[in-house]
């Protein structure tokens, strides 16, 4: 099992930069991979990006540019950096972590945090 904790959400200003952590605990076997999504009211879970135990990192086309990951393996952490942030951007941002020949399927989910950003 592994658990996941995000933290970092909160009310932020429109033009405004945060940065979400999210920090897996349990049992971590390597290769993974540790990915963002956000999930806007009624709607479905969007993909944001994700990014390898290795290192590499693939974002959803919509978000390359205000959004990056990065994480650091020694944390077992990862990390997404919104800048310029929008009123649309205002949902629950969770992260995931893929184990080891793994898919979506099969990954292990965080609770989620909360970002509002007001106009």
């Known amino acids: 099992q592994v658990q996941l904790a995000e933290s970092g959400g909160g009310l932020v200003q429109a033009g405004e930069s945060l940065t979400l952590s999210c920090a897996a605990s349990?049992?971590?076997?390597?290769?993974?991979?540790m990915g963002w999504y956000r999930q806007f009211p009624g709607k479905e879970r969007e993909l944001i990006g994700g990014?390898?135990?290795?290192?590499?990192?693939n974002m959803a086309n919509s978000k390359e540019g205000r959004f990056t990951i990065s994480r650091d393996n020694a944390k077992h952490t990862v990390y997404l950096h919104m800048s310029d942030l929008k009123p649309e951007d205002t949902a629950v941002y969770c992260c995931?972590?893929?184990?080891?020949?793994?898919?979506?399927?099969?990954?292990?989910w965080g609770q989620g945090t909360q970002v509002t950003v007001s106009s």
């Open positions: 995931n972590f893929i184990p080891p020949w793994g898919s979506v399927a099969s990954a292990y």
């Open positions: 349990g049992a971590i076997d390597s290769p993974n991979v």
């Open positions: 990014i390898s135990s290795g290192g590499a990192r």
